[in-house]
Each structure stands twice: as structure tokens, then as C-alpha cells.
């Protein structure tokens, strides 16, 4: 669960601003969406609203640059160049900082980073405690310690001297112990796993990588996605995998297919995704020796009663969404994932998100966690989101992002909030110049 998330000097973020998910005294509806971490409460739902520009996306954009540092371990694939707030040039001069706050296996981490370019001046990791926080390491520059205590581990200066050469500026001492010492530490490796493995993010680019082996090895997610496109009346039947023994020596050198194959061959039994130029989704996995193909075909029925296979290009934006959203829906039902999706709405119809997040609210299994940026007002219903898991994103006049929650208001259990907040009683809604004053 994502506890808290604090950025500073980031895109549109000028001083450190908080988003969290913490649940408000004010509010008390929807009392099952409050999930239990160690002494805190994190609520699993929540809704991001603003304007154009309002720095929503921006958000996103930090904690995936987060996550894509402590998974890849090092500044250097990651584009930094325009990543500083831009409207006061005091800032270019200052680091840029991330921190994190989750819980994980019965524990509550806290994560912070400050970086200046290509180096990591400042790195943290801590246990957050109601009272005291205790760190379990610290990293200034090259300068770096770990508690003994927390680890379970000695740490002699020998350690500490080869990790300070070894850990180089633009290096995560998190991603770099978390692979190299997996068993020797075990919290650090717990709080790498949780950015790796449970925070998945979704941007509006995104598409449906894993779907074709999730639906050939769990019969429980086939069996939602059975249920859950039906519903929605989106024309297809079932979606079915189609399974296919590679012939490698007919494979062309170097080409997308190729390098699946080779990752395939060393993790077996774990999908890796290819999309080809007709918008085929596939994965390619080493099962029994052998490389396989398995691609997602949707069925259809014709009115005859026969069914008929449709290439997944050939369905409409929004049912490809859908499709997409399918191990969304599995996870934060089923398993204790973290999803965080830019433009939830984008190419849906209304409508069909609206029911996508009743079902969400309503359900009783949900164990995972979903925060999502979105314009759709439709959403702004008390039926389906406390007044606390409604956030707004507005600018200040330095042009700077702020956030805040809806419960920051004082609102009835019963008042029309999409009405209010279209009618600019909360803000996070663009200003509209007179037009005739512009001479439109």
C-alpha cells in the first residue's frame, strides 16, 4: 500500500508537496475502502482530479521515475534534462527530491532520494515508526552507513569502504543492495521488491503486455475477463490464447522476437511481450524446453451463433483499454498490488469507467490499491468514493502545483460533489477567459 508520496523542485512541483492516502476523521462512508497497516490506515482507492497543466500527470511522472531508478539502479537511462521547476530559476540550482512511504509485509518503509543530475546526493531508508522513525541506511554523496541493528547483520568498514566504491553517484544504493544481497538483507531487499514487483504504473501509452500468459496459467483471471467484457457489451465472447512452438533457426537475428527469446531462455517460465507492427499482443515464454509463442485472440459471435476470431487492432480503442485494465482489475481484487493509472477514463465511455469503479468500491475481496489521475466528473460520486480519496491538483500564481482533498471541505454525506466541483466550488477546473474580450 502506498502510504504517502512527497515531491519537490519536480516539473510543476516548485516546494514539497504531499499526496496521501491516509482517511480523514471528517469522513465515514465507505468504511471497507480503509485497509490496515501496521499503526497507520490507508484507504485503496483514489481519484486525482485538475485542470490541463494542473500538474496531475507531473505526480505520475515522479513516482515512476522512482520506481524506473530503483528497478534499472542508476540516473542514467532516465531523461533529466527540463525535469526541475522551470518558473524560478533559484531552483535550477537545487537538487530535486522523491520520498515514498509504503507498507509491505507487515512493515511501513519510508524512501526519500535527493539527486542533482547524474548524482545521488542524498538517500534514505527508513522504518516509520508512530513516534520515532528508525533508519536502516543512510547515504550522503559517497558517505554511507547501515544499522547493524535493523539488518540483523554485521557491517564491518571493509563492507562499507568496497560498497562506497563500488555504489557510484548515479547509482541506487536501495536497487544495488536489494539485487546484489537479496537474503543478507532482507528489509532492503523487501522495500526493493515493493517498487519492482506490487507499484505498477500505467501510462496512457500503455498496453496489454502480460494478458495472454495471465490467461493461459490463471484460471481465476480468465474467469473475470470471461465475465467482465460480456458484461460491458463490448462485443467479445472470450479472449483465447493461441499457442505456438517457435521454430528459432526461422527466427530473423536481432529482431524484437529474437531478443524475447533469449530473455525467455533466461528466466523461464516468465512471459516477456512483443507487439507487433499490426497491433498483435503477444508473449513469448520457455516452457518445457521449448520457446512459445501465446497470442491474445478476442472472439466474437455472429448472429448465425457462430463464432469467429477478431485481430485485437481490429476492436475499438476503448475495448482495448478494457482489455489492458483486465490485470488491473485481477490485482487490486485479489492480490496486494499498487496501481497507479494516468487518464483512467481515456478512450472509455463514460459509463463503462463509472461501473468499472462501483464494482471496485463495492467489492468485499479487494486487496489491492488503486490511485488514478482523471477528468471524468461522472466519477465524483459519494456512492462510489469517500470525500477523502478525491484529491484536486491547481496551480498558484508562481505557477506552481498544489494538491488537496476534497475532505479539506465540508462536505455533506449526500451533496452533489460532480455539480460542485463543475460549478468551481473546490477548484482543480480550468479558468476560461471571456472570449470576446480576446477578440474570439
Known amino acids: 500500500m502506498l502510504l504517502r508520496l512527497s515531491v519537490q523542485n519536480f516539473h510543476s512541483f516548485k516546494e514539497e508537496v504531499e499526496f496521501n492516502t491516509f482517511p480523514s476523521s471528517k469522513s465515514h462512508n465507505h468504511e471497507s475502502h480503509k485497509v490496515a497497516c501496521g499503526f497507520a490506515t490507508a484507504l485503496r482507492l483514489s481519484a486525482i482530479y485538475g485542470a490541463n497543466g494542473a500538474g496531475k500527470s507531473a505526480l505520475i511522472e515522479s513516482i515512476q521515475f522512482l520506481k524506473t531508478l530503483v528497478k534499472d539502479g542508476n540516473l542514467n537511462g532516465l531523461r533529466r534534462d527540463g525535469l526541475k521547476f522551470q518558473f524560478d530559476v533559484a531552483y535550477q540550482a537545487q537538487p530535486t527530491a522523491i520520498a515514498v512511504e509504503f507498507y509491505k509485509d507487515g512493515v511501513v518503509y519510508y524512501y526519500h532520494i535527493e539527486f542533482e543530475s547524474a548524482k545521488i546526493l542524498f538517500e534514505e531508508l527508513l522504518l516509520s515508526k508512530k513516534t520515532t522513525d528508525i533508519w536502516i541506511f543512510k547515504r550522503i554523496d559517497n558517505k554511507i552507513e547501515i544499522n547493524e541493528a535493523e539488518v540483523?547483520?554485521?557491517?564491518?568498514?571493509?563492507?562499507?569502504?568496497?560498497?562506497?566504491r563500488l555504489v557510484r553517484p548515479e547509482m541506487s544504493l536501495?536497487?544495488?543492495?536489494?539485487?546484489?544481497?537479496?537474503?543478507?538483507?532482507a528489509k532492503i531487499t523487501s522495500a526493493y521488491h515493493w517498487f519492482v514487483k506490487e507499484l505498477q504504473i500505467l501510462l496512457p501509452n500503455a498496453f496489454a503486455k502480460y494478458i495472454p500468459h495471465l490467461l493461459d496459467t490463471k484460471p481465476d483471471f480468465q474467469h473475470m475477463a470471461s465475465q467482465l467484457l460480456p458484461k460491458m457489451n463490448t462485443g467479445i465472447t472470450r479472449l483465447e490464447v493461441k499457442k505456438e512452438t517457435i521454430q528459432e533457426d526461422s527466427v530473423k537475428p536481432d529482431s524484437e522476437l529474437s531478443q524475447a527469446i533469449l530473455k525467455a531462455k533466461a528466466f523461464p517460465g516468465m512471459p516477456f511481450p512483443i507487439r507487433s507492427v499490426l497491433g498483435e499482443v503477444a508473449n513469448v515464454v520457455f516452457e518445457n524446453d521449448v520457446a512459445v509463442k501465446k497470442t491474445l485472440i478476442p472472439i466474437h459471435k455472429c448472429s448465425t451463433g457462430k463464432e469467429m476470431e477478431l485481430p485485437l487492432v481490429l476492436e475499438s480503442d476503448g475495448t482495448k483499454r478494457l482489455i489492458e485494465y483486465m490485470p488491473?482489475?485481477?490485482?487490486?481484487t485479489y492480490e496486494n498490488s499498487v496501481y497507479i493509472v494516468d487518464e483512467i477514463e481515456r478512450s472509455m465511455h463514460p459509463v463503462m469507467i463509472k461501473q468499472l469503479m462501483k464494482d471496485l468500491s463495492a467489492s468485499d475481496k479487494a486487496k489491492g490499491q488503486l490511485i488514478f489521475t482523471t477528468h471524468e466528473s461522472g466519477l465524483l460520486d459519494q456512492d462510489i468514493f469517500r470525500p477523502d480519496e478525491i484529491w484536486f491538483a491547481q496551480k498558484d500564481v508562481e505557477q506552481a502545483t498544489q494538491l488537496y482533498s476534497l475532505s479539506d471541505f465540508n462536505i455533506h454525506r449526500t451533496a452533489n460533489i460532480e455539480n460542485g466541483y463543475l460549478n468551481g466550488r473546490y477548484g482543480g477546473i480550468p479558468f476560461m477567459s471571456n472570449l470576446e474580450a480576446l477578440h474570439w
Open 174 to 185: 536501495l536497487s544495488f543492495l536489494g539485487k546484489s544481497y537479496p537474503e543478507e538483507f
Open 328 to 332: 488491473l482489475l485481477y490485482s487490486t
Open 152 to 164: 540483523g547483520k554485521k557491517v564491518t568498514p571493509e563492507f562499507i569502504d568496497a560498497l562506497s
